[in-house]
């Protein structure tokens, strides 16, 4: 799952580094992901797994890391299955 947000976060561009360089903790706000960033990074990964991510789930901190990001998109697949 990390390796799709990586390769998401690489193909739209929306950092100043590869992604394949930071930790899975690393705060993405921190190196650079913007606020319209993480608009359209979820938009992808929405458009990637089709899945959309639940109200509750549209905070800050559930971007801010390769895994927070990977979290939702788990739980929102355990409740598909």
Do not use: H, W
Not at 3 to 12: E, F
Request: net charge positive.
């Amino acid at each position: 799952m990390i390796d799709l947000i990586r390769q998401i976060i690489d193909a739209k561009g929306l950092l100043p580094m590869a992604a394949r360089t930071l930790a899975p903790n690393a705060n993405l706000y921190e190196v650079g992901l913007s606020p319209f960033a993480a608009i359209q990074l979820m938009l992808a990964l929405e458009e990637a797994c089709g899945v959309e991510f639940p109200r509750q789930m549209l905070r800050r901190q559930s971007f801010s890391s390769l895994n927070s990001i990977a979290a939702c998109l788990e739980r929102m697949e355990r409740k598909a299955a």
